[in-house]
């Protein structure tokens, strides 16, 4: 078990990941995600997991699959991350919290004895995921502010703007890509959009989609 582990190069993670199927979870590198671990089988990846590299796969089932069926099928896009920190919490659950590695795309799905689903996967087309900051210059702020202002007053969101105006392009993209509340189909785009530009790109277009659609629906209602 390494602590503290930091990865330069993808060639340094582990091309077999355990996964965790759940719909509309999003994880992004550098970014952190919370869950409560009940169901036996991922009770038994996560010891596994601590045991080894800490690297747990986030993916979500596909569009129109039953996320509760025992082996829905999976989108071919999901984002390792490591665990950070974890607790029992003395009712049979346990306490979790991952921190965005990388983007992985599936290779194939794996035959294993273990209860959880495990998968081969490619690191390699999300290369740049490693370095921190990558594309930021390329973002546009002010129309991805504007964006969340309107969206914030539209649903009467209370936003801390000095934490807001304190974040680096990417942890403002990132992290509101994954406080969002769009579907698991919006979810998947943004984790599989190419570069930190095209994500803060596609959430300004969703966000006024949204907008837009709130605001018809205002409309026929009066």
């Excluded at 769009?182 to 966000?207: N, P, T, W």
Aim: proline letters at 5%; charged letters at 25%; hydrophobic letters at 45%.
């Amino acid at each position: 078990m390494k602590l503290n582990c930091v990865y330069r190069d993808v060639a340094e993670l582990p091309g077999r990941l355990p996964v965790f199927p759940l719909a509309g979870a999003l994880l992004l590198p550098r970014r952190p995600i919370q869950l409560n671990i009940f169901e036996t089988r991922y009770l038994s990846m996560l010891d596994d997991a601590l045991s080894g590299e800490r690297l747990i796969g986030m993916i979500q089932p596909q569009e129109g699959e039953n996320a509760e069926a025992p082996r829905p099928a999976l989108q071919q896009v999901g984002c390792a991350g490591r665990i950070v920190q974890y607790a029992e919490i003395g009712d049979g659950r346990c306490f979790l919290a991952l921190l965005g590695v990388a983007r992985f795309r599936t290779l194939e799905e794996l035959v294993v004895s273990t209860p959880y689903r495990q998968l081969k996967v490619d690191y390699s087309p999300f290369a740049a995921d490693l370095e921190e900051g990558a594309g930021e210059a390329d973002v546009d702020r002010p129309a991805l502010l504007d964006a969340l202002g309107k969206f914030a007053e539209a649903h009467k969101i209370e936003i801390d703007w000095s934490d807001v105006k304190g974040a680096s392009n990417e942890a403002l993209v990132n992290g509101l890509s994954m406080m969002s509340p769009y579907g698991a189909k919006e979810k998947q785009a943004l984790l599989e959009a190419k570069d930190l530009r095209s994500r803060a790109d596609m959430l300004v277009a969703i966000s006024q989609v949204e907008l837009a659609r709130g605001a018809d629906q205002s409309r026929a209602l009066h």
